[in-house]
């Protein structure tokens, strides 16, 4: 995703047309102050289910053993 660079008073005086940048581009907006970041403004990106994380891996995976049983055995505990 690019980034757009500008200071508060910019943002301050053109918020909706850099709020109608992000959302038509996906672009990220960073604003600085004295120029240092400030604070990042950045559309919305719902998270993913797990089925469509993890759905294309189902049933291509073999686990050798029960995944329930402890393995404190293996890893010492501390």
Known sequence: MPKL????EEFASNFQKYLFRLETTGDEL???SRKKPVFIIKPFQPK???DAVFGPYRGKVHYAGDILEPESQEWAET
């Open 30 to 32: 960073i604003v600085t």
């Open 48 to 50: 993913q289910s797990v």
């Open 5 to 8: 660079n500008i200071t508060k």
